[in-house]
T-cell receptor
């Protein structure tokens, strides 16, 4: 089973709203990721969690706040977003965050629209 | 900064034709992955190649990893309309960070 589950599938939020994206995997993976993807572009890395600790933050604005409650769950808290933050947000996981042969598996994505 | 050059960016072919997509870099990757993505969906993993010179086959898809682990190709034989989609190559850098470096993608359209 190589499944990464994301909810919600679609989210529309106003610029003053607070919402969260959720991600879950039960593959025993110890690295989890958030990526952002705009139309016709490849995914861009936002955050990496390794063993439940934030290991990489790719200079993401503070209106995006990640959280890793346990090794299976990853959240992305959203607050005061801008319309240009509208994108497909992808969660991913891998056995570890580095190493020979490491493979990263993606969820189906959460399509976010900020109005 | 590692870069992964993917070509072609767009490809439109007739059903039954063969095609090859290339990913090239001047840097070494510890592994390279190929994904296929539909609009509004997440990338679906097709294959991971790890060993230099490795060839993997997935039905009509053949993946090669260069001997020096700097380049890779995806060859599709007798393309079908169901092969239509965005194909992404992504390499895990050989450094300590283990980041996934994406190519820009190849948008394939197979017409009946």
């Amino acid at each position: 089973d190589t499944e990464v589950t994301q909810t919600p599938k679609h989210l529309v939020m106003g610029m003053t709203n607070k919402k969260s994206l959720k991600c879950e995997q039960h593959m025993g993976h110890r690295a989890m990721y958030w990526y952002k993807q705009k139309a016709k572009k490849p995914p861009e890395l936002m955050f990496v969690y390794s063993y439940e600790k934030l290991s990489i933050n790719e200079s993401v604005p503070s209106r995006f706040s990640p959280e890793c409650p346990n090794s299976s769950l990853l959240n992305l808290h959203l607050h005061a977003l801008q319309p240009e933050d509208s994108a497909l947000y992808l969660c991913a996981s891998s056995q570890v965050d580095r190493g020979y042969g490491n493979t990263i598996y993606f969820g189906e994505g959460s399509w976010l629209t900020v109005v | 900064t590692q870069l992964l050059e993917q070509s072609p960016q767009f490809l439109s072919i007739q059903e039954g034709e063969n095609l090859t997509v290339y990913c090239n870099s001047s840097s070494v990757f510890s592994s390279l992955q190929w994904y296929r993505q539909e609009p509004g969906e997440g990338p679906v993993l097709l294959v991971t190649v790890v060993t230099g010179g490795e060839v993997k086959k997935l039905k009509r898809l053949t993946f090669q990893f260069g001997d020096a682990r700097k380049d890779s190709s995806l060859h599709i034989t007798a393309a079908q309309t169901g092969d239509t989609g965005l194909y992404l190559c992504a390499g895990i850098d050989g450094g300590s960070q283990g980041n996934l470096i994406f190519g820009k993608g190849t948008k394939l359209s197979v017409k009946p």
